[in-house]
């Protein structure tokens, strides 16, 4: 079993090789990266199901002994977040390929996309694995720098502009990152993340707390947490359709997922909770507001997407079992569907020639089946029952009000009023988009509309195309899952809780890494 | 530990121009500022070698407390590869935006500047055609392929 461990990254990476080498073969690199997905779906599938029936599975890397060599961990956590984002990146190589069939390369060039694709997700399952700060450092850098490649692909203006901010962003949190992890070093002598947790009972507090804030603040950034989320409505909708889906699906939760490492094994104490709260509050209900006032669907989307991380840093700051599992249910909930969202907005702008919600009109009836992908996910984005949203919120009220101090009670209430907001900006783009007549959108009056902003630079409208069967498909497959979670909601969360009750202060994970105490 | 003070007075210049070079408009000095803040924290990185010792290679007659610990190095190797292969990105970025704009600031979007200030909404399509402090002669060969 724990051969299969590696093969995660190292199934990729060899992808990736091969694909740069069969870069004039476009049908044969196809069929390469799809492979390598799927193969990695299925590695992931059988992780999640041995980890979840017995131990988490320690490999060490060329067969140095922890804390000398790297070691890789997957847990039940690392093992869920292997699944979904495997998942997510097929579906979404799937309908890239569909469209890169139907209009050649002028979105997504063969040659270098699939290569650098298929690094992205290398980068994204090392992170995920990673059982040693710097480990996670080097995986962040391999996501993030494929992300670069991916964000200004095509090297248009827009797309320039736009990779600047988003670069430049990164640069700095990584920078944070490396800087935070060389005074860890400093402080603890060890990069293991197992043997940081054991010896930073040591540290006098008020480091710890420095240390602490500086790994937020990096990772904080990744995950778009406001204060630190004014990159992501900016550069996230300029990219190609389904490089925004699996941006928005998969980057920002990696940051999450570190956080979640943060609070459970580094620095399990509450010191930070109650800020952290704050945090969430805040995030919630900014980006919200920042969705309200857009007329562009990606946009929306964007801002809908910084809300939506502050559920899962509210679950984060409960600091208990049942926070961390309901953070975890809702993490694997919006990776599926806010992906699904960013599809769904790809096939309306084929059709519509625009994303703007003051251009689109009457796609009911020119796309009923488009329609169909893009009401499914918004309803379950908007948390109406019983879809999976539904679930993960109601969970993470549920953790709230167990905790019981005011601030939890604010935050369920703030959650609510966000999730209704959600609601409305997602439905009005179905009113306009969709159900309104194509000739009404001329000198269209309603105060649905007043007050909202273009996004900048917005292309004119382009002739009406055809949407390929194989997109179609990929998001169709993308809504059926997303339905999944709610039909298999039991097994998933009995998943995501015994991953709670396992992050329930850092010994479980110390232990796994160290069966036998740490000898120092 | 023991820390060489010259190494931090270094560190800290480098981080105090590195951050000062990156708010800039400018990539290129944007670039610099990244180069400046990735050796600083290079630095950062060497200076939690705490006491400094031989080489540690394993021979007879030194002990292990004599040696420097190599792991910071090792570090800090990984992170020059990485500063290196983002740096090379970054300049082709760079070239990039001169191709399609002939300079390398990053301007105010114009509905940002709208959002400010209604009036000078109507300015947008002069702010967008003054780039004549180009290098470039307008009308030469590199004309922008878009």
């Not at chain 1, 992931?44 to 131990?55: K, M, Q, R, Y």
């Not at chain 1, 507090?205 to 602490?212: C, K, M, N, P, R």
């Not at chain 1, 979640?260 to 919630?284: D, H, K, W, Y």
């Not at chain 1, 202060?505 to 796994?512: A, E, L």
């Amino acid at each position: 079993m724990i051969t299969l461990v590696p093969l995660v990254v190292m199934l990729p990476l060899l992808g990736a090789a091969s694909a740069l080498i069969l870069g004039k073969r476009p049908h044969l690199q196809r069929l390469v990266a799809i492979g390598t997905l799927a193969a990695v779906l299925v590695i992931s599938v059988v992780l999640l199901v041995v980890v979840d029936d017995s131990a988490p599975l320690v490999v060490e890397v060329g067969g140095w002994q922890a804390p000398f060599g790297i070691v890789l961990v997957v847990d039940r956590l690392a093992a869920l977040m292997l699944v979904v984002s495997a998942l997510v990146l097929l579906a979404v190589l799937i309908y890239s390929v569909g469209q890169g069939l139907a209009d050649g390369d002028s979105e997504t060039p063969v040659s270098i996309y699939f290569p650098t694709y298929l690094i992205l997700a290398a980068g994204v399952f090392t992170a995920f694995i990673a059982g040693d700060l710097f480990n996670l450092y080097v995986g962040f850098e391999i996501l993030l720098v494929s992300s670069y490649v991916l964000i200004t692909l095509g090297g248009t203006e827009a797309r320039i502009r736009a990779g600047v901010t988003y670069i430049v962003v990164s640069l700095l949190s990584s920078l944070l990152f490396l800087a935070s992890i060389a005074m860890i070093y400093g402080a603890v002598g060890t990069v293991n993340i197992a043997q940081i947790s054991a010896r930073m009972a040591e540290i006098p507090t008020d480091v710890q707390i420095i240390l602490h804030v500086m790994l937020l603040v990096a990772f904080g950034i990744k995950a778009a947490v406001f204060p630190l989320s004014f990159w992501l409505p900016d550069s996230y909708p300029t990219a190609p359709a389904p490089v925004t889906a699996v941006f928005a699906g998969l980057l920002t939760k990696v940051g999450v997922y570190a956080i979640i490492r943060t609070e459970t094994v580094l620095f399990p104490g509450p010191e930070l909770n109650t800020a952290l709260m704050i945090v969430a509050l805040l995030t919630m209900v900014i980006g919200v507001l920042g969705a309200v006032s857009q007329a562009d669907i990606k946009r929306i989307l964007s801002f809908t997407l910084v809300s939506h991380i502050g559920y899962m840093i509210l679950g984060v700051a409960l600091g208990a079992a049942e926070g961390t599992a309901a953070a975890i249910y809702y993490i694997v909930h919006h990776i599926v569907v806010q992906s699904t969202l960013f599809l769904a907005a790809g096939l309306i702008e084929r059709i519509g020639g625009s994303t703007s919600i003051t251009k689109l009109g009457g796609l009911l009836k020119a796309a009923p089946i488009v329609a169909v992908l893009y009401f499914v996910p918004a309803l379950n984005l908007g948390g109406i029952p019983p879809f999976s949203g539904f679930i993960g919120k109601l969970a993470l009220f549920e953790a709230s009000a167990q905790q019981g101090t005011p601030i939890a009670y604010v935050l369920i209430g703030a959650g609510a009023l966000v999730s209704l907001l959600t609601l409305y900006a997602l439905v009005r783009v179905w009113n306009m988009a969709f159900w309104r007549s194509s000739k009404e959108v001329e000198g269209y009056e309603s105060t649905l509309l007043n007050n909202v902003s273009e996004a900048p630079g917005a292309p004119a409208m382009r002739a009406t195309r055809t949407v390929p069967r194989l997109m179609t498909a990929a998001t169709g497959g993308m809504v059926v899952v997303s339905l999944a979670l709610t039909v298999f909601a039991g097994p998933l969360y009995g998943i995501a809780s015994r991953a709670g009750e396992n992050l329930e202060g850092p010994s479980f994970y110390v232990d796994s890494v160290f069966p036998g105490g740490i000898d120092d | 530990m023991s820390i060489s003070l010259v190494l931090i007075g270094i560190m800290a210049v480098l981080y105090a121009c590195g951050v000062y070079f990156l708010l800039e408009r400018s990539m290129t000095r944007v670039l610099l500022g990244f180069l400046l803040v990735g050796n600083a924290t290079n630095l950062l990185l060497l200076t939690m070698v705490g006491k400094v010792g031989s080489a540690p290679i394993v021979e007879d007659g030194v002990a292990a407390g004599e040696m420097t610990d190599p792991m910071p190095e090792a570090l800090i190797l990984t992170a020059i590869v990485i500063t290196f292969g983002v740096s090379a990105f970054l300049m082709a970025l760079i070239y990039r935006s001169w191709r399609l704009e002939r300079d390398d600031d990053l301007d105010d979007d114009l509905d940002d500047i709208a959002l400010r200030d209604p009036t000078v909404a109507a300015l947008g399509e002069t702010l967008e055609s003054t780039k004549e402090d180009s290098e470039f002669l307008p009308g030469d060969e590199l004309e922008p392929k878009r």
